[in-house]
């Protein structure tokens, strides 16, 4: 029983982790269950003051790399990969994001959903809601393993 419990525990981890070759199915976010990060708060992108198009490239680049945004903007991310990989925009502190990427190299199927974090298919678009609620000065990037290494990193700049 115990080896059962025990492979039955490593199929589902082993399930849960599955990433494939296709973008996420949309998810509906329950956005007043939102938690508070150190880069801000998910934010129902229908509310957002302002929309951002970032294009993502299998140059392992975003366009725009730099997106300058004050403090309280509810900002609606529309994320387009213009590739024929798979990429990510996932939203965060340095250090979070050398940290995740880090974990995505020894798990590169990992799958995440959190409203951070948009995974978006070759010719597709995906979209964050956003509210930055601190100032300084964060970053998104492609933790899929070898992009974030190339250098797929963008800037996002939280003003007064």
């Known amino acids: 029983m115990r080896y059962l419990l025990l492979a039955l525990g490593i199929a589902l981890s082993t399930h849960a982790l599955a990433h494939g070759e296709k973008a996420h199915e949309a998810t509906k976010f329950d956005y007043s269950k939102a938690e508070p990060t150190a880069f801000g708060i998910a934010a129902d992108p229908v509310k957002a003051t302002r929309t951002i198009r970032v ?6 680049r975003f366009s725009p790399d730099s997106i300058k945004v004050k403090r309280g903007d509810v900002v609606r991310l529309i994320v387009t990969n213009e590739g024929q990989l798979l990429h990510e925009l996932v939203l965060g502190t340095r250090e979070e994001l050398e940290k995740h990427a880090e974990l995505m190299k020894k798990f590169p199927g ?24 601190r100032t300084g000065t964060f970053q998104f990037a492609c933790l899929i393993p070898g992009h974030h290494e190339a250098g797929m990193i963008g800037r996002v700049e939280v003003v007064k």
């Open 55 to 60: 294009e993502m490239r299998d140059t392992m």
């Open 110 to 133: 990992m799958e995440h959903d959190e409203p951070h974090m948009v995974h978006v298919a070759p010719g597709k678009s995906g979209e964050i809601g956003w509210k930055f609620t």
